[in-house]
């Protein structure tokens, strides 16, 4: 009988999510013979106690466990050997920091299943944490940009905000925001802050998240194509905010003045160039929920903040919230991620330097590279939901098969960067990273 093993995050002190909750474990008993172990956490979300009702049995350290599930990489001194190991390796890209744990992976005879990778037949992702990165950027860049501003002597209803790890749940956040929301329809934004402009780039999940939460304040939505119009015209009222959502379209443009074409972009991205600083004397606000990788093209660079600092006394941009936290990526100015203890640092487009924290002067960078772990009870529940239908055919699979024989869902098949200890076909590319 194979046993499941649930482990203990140990990436942070702020990482309190578990990848199957206690309903869903038991489910799962109900489904395919298997003895499965909790490891004891003295921060997980749901209880010791809650997971031994399902079923489970405490234990301390991996070594109970045939097939271990994690949310976060794993250290790497704590790889045991021919495990099977499921978590979100952030390898795939060849990050070079997570490298060692990788090559430990291969060393061990071990195999290992990236989330990020279970996908259907059409490459949509099956298994994630929903929207729930962009609930918690959302609510802690307000929160942010509120304490900055009171601090600076200027109250604004978003000074009510608090950090979203204080809030019980999604549904608890939106319920308190609307009612800040009616303080703002009721009284507005002082004149120093001038009417509030966010501006969103990315229409996908993590992208929808953080609209959810704008829409609890009274809100109106600009287009890309008419936000510079509006925010000239002198229009917009002090008792809202402004949404506007960007797509690629209204981020990039071909260097040879070409109509843009989705797919030609995902193809030839060296064909195409940032066109997106035009609009950022206009932004108060702004949430980067796009994916990204390096072979596009940077949207927000230095250069371009420099420009806008040096053109302006006092720039409307007040706040970035990097959700997808791509460190020198498609926001040039996040140079390191954060976590949630100090969750941000303010950026000097003139000096081309960061500072901790986020009172005073310069723009404030939310660089929380685990957001969803401020809400661990939703994303706890979303990501079990979506990962359980999947484990039945995990526990049952032949490891000691080749891996097209081992009986493995089609969709955890494409999620396997290692098998017993050697790199898949669709992944024999990360070895150029292991050998630098």
Sequence with gaps: MKTLLIRAEDKNIWERRSTLVPSDLETIHGQVQIKSYIEKSDKRFFSEAAFIRAGAESCTGMEQGDIVFGVKEIPEEKILDNKVYLYFSHTIK?????????????????????????????GRRKVFFGPFAGDAGAIDILWLLGEKWQK??????FAEVKQALHYESVEDAKEKLSRIGTTLKENGFPEETGP??????????VSKGAQHI???????????????????????????????VFKEEHLVAHKENKNFQLQDYYDHPENYQSQFKQYLPYITILVNATYWETRYPKFVTWENLNELFSREAN?????????????????ECN??????????????????????????????????????????????EFFSRNLTPFVPGIMTADFTKPLNESGLPEEIKRAVIVYNGKLTEDFEYLKEALSR
């Excluded at 509030?196 to 999940?205: A, M, R």
């Excluded at 970035?320 to 020198?328: L, Q, S, Y």
């Design 315 to 331: 720039p409307r941009l007040s706040a970035i919230a990097d959700i997808t936290c791509d460190v020198n990526g498609s926001v």
């Design 152 to 157: 600076a002597g200027i109250s604004t209803p």
């Design 214 to 244: 704008f829409e609890c304040f009274p809100h109106e939505y600009v287009a890309p194509e008419e936000l510079i119009s509006f925010a000239q015209s002198g229009q917009a009222k002090n008792n809202k905010i402004y949404l506007t």
């Design 94 to 122: 060849g990050q070079q920091e997570n490298m060692p744990m990788l090559q430990r992976i291969i060393d061990s005879g071990s195999t290992l299943i990236d989330y990020e990778k279970i996908t259907d037949a059409q």
């Design 196 to 205: 509030v402009f966010i501006g969103i780039l990315g229409y996908g999940n």
């Design 335 to 380: 140079v390191k991620s954060t976590g949630s203890g100090m969750p941000a640092y303010r950026v000097f487009p003139l000096q081309g330097t960061t500072e901790d924290g986020h009172v005073g002067d310069g723009i404030i960078l939310l660089a929380v590279d685990n957001l969803p772990a401020e809400l661990p009870k939703d994303a706890s």
